[in-house]
């Protein structure tokens, strides 16, 4: 028996892989609901995979002066039933995570091992971008499985209460809303080392990390191109109500030519500005600059916006306002290097004092050619899929999201509309991230949703129930309706999915 209550115990102990605070985790309303309203210093715009708590884990050693090692298991089972079609997709995905903690010193690793099937339009995805989304380089089994054994981890330290120092192999996210134009987790996890620096009402991070570019070598790992890059967060907490953050970031390749240029330690300084550096050592280097604004209202109530520059000229950028305001065909507008990205999104909080209601919704618009450079690359993405919003570029999105919590009932609906111009074969309107900007269609006239225009509408339903409350343990049921516009011709994705699994980390198929 005591055999038995041990086993039932260990299955139903899996639990959140992913730390990040916001609605993405089921059954932490109250957690989002702090983080978000009250401005706490927990819920900084910059967010990462793991956080230092290890709540939740089984305690299997603790002892020598304090040092705790902890682990628990990660499951992600599900079936999906088709109304178009006989073939049940299913997804098996079984690992463990491990903990140690001594003093200021925290690590942990996390391993998946992961073979999925996909429905139609995700296969497409894969089959197009020959990468699954947070899962890495694809690669196929029997039965039309796709095995992607996924891994993660990181090692911090903690000098002091200003300063703590990361080495790790995952992702990071800096933004307020459900996606971000500066840096997301749609991408897999590499390698970083990340500094944080807190002070007053100041939290001020450097991130050092390495990518790759596998574009058209896919799955030939000899002829795969390392690039690195570097990035500057300021994160201030001006008041209560108002946070601000400063964002800074640049893409270079570890080759040029039959040269090998590897960590530039030019851009190794964390105090300094990338676009002065990039100009003193002559360099071409793909230089972001962008901005996130948080203002809270009422407590409950946050408006979040994010401004995303990868380059512009001002006179440029005059002559797009004034075509906008008084149309006019002798007016030479639409610059194709006016490469911007803007975010305008609401998050409330028991809405209509529904207690446990989370309603959000959120714009997003990004330029043609933003994100992309002239050699691939330096574009800021990582194998394929990019380092930014998961559409890459030249499009326009809604996002909508409603989320009700109650005792352990979690209920979801969520309808996101999104319209991108896409490029045929050999042409290039901007929305790829792997396609050189010199084969660009059109010096100017550049408009957004240019090419040929595709329009999704996504909507999900699901109804989830906890398990086990100590470790977010959860079983769902979801209903997806997708339906993808091209011109004349129309497809569409209908789907029930039935699903035990840990709130793991975030793979995007809601596009």
Known sequence: MRFVLITVNFILSVTVFSQQVNERNLFQYQQVKEAYSKGSERHTALKSSYSDSIVGYTLLFSGLKETQLSIRPLVDLSIVFQESNSQQPKRFGVGAEARVKHKKWNAG???????????????????KNKVVPGMGVSSGFANDYIRNNYTSGFLNFRANKYFSFEAGYGRNFIGDGYRSLLLTDAASASPYLKIQTKFWNIQYTNIFSSHRNIFQVEGRKELYQKKYTATHY???????????????????????????????????????????????????????????LKLTISKNHVFYSQLLFDEFLLAELRADVNQWRNPNDSIRSGWWANKYGVQFGWTAFDLFKIEGLQTRVEFNLVRPYTYAHSNSTQAYSHDNLSLAHPLGANFYEFVSRANYEVNRWNFALNYHQNTQGRSNFGQNF??????????????????????????????????????????????????????????????????????????????????
């Open 109 to 127: 690793i996390s391993y998946l091992l992961n073979h999925q099937q996909y429905v139609d339009y995700q296969d497409r995805y894969i089959e």
């Open 234 to 292: 300021l994160d201030w907490r001006a008041t209560k109500w108002l946070s601000i953050g400063l964002f800074e970031t640049v893409i270079w390749g570890a080759e040029e030519g039959n040269y090998t240029r590897g960590f530039d330690v030019n851009y190794a300084n964390p105090f300094i500005f990338y676009r002065s550096v990039e100009f003193s050592v002559g360099s071409s280097d793909n230089v972001l600059v962008g901005a996130n």
């Open 430 to 511: 901007g929305e790829s991230l792997q396609l050189s900007n010199t084969s660009r269609e059109l010096e100017y006239e550049n408009t957004l949703g240019q090419g040929q225009q595709v329009v999704v509408k996504f909507l999900e339903a699901s109804v989830s129930y906890l398990l086990y409350k100590k470790t977010n343990t959860t079983l769902s049921i979801s209903h997806v309706a997708r339906e993808e516009n091209i011109e004349s011709s129309k497809s569409s994705s209908n789907f029930f999915m039935l699903r035990l699994h840990s709130n793991l980390f975030n793979k995007y198929f809601d596009y």
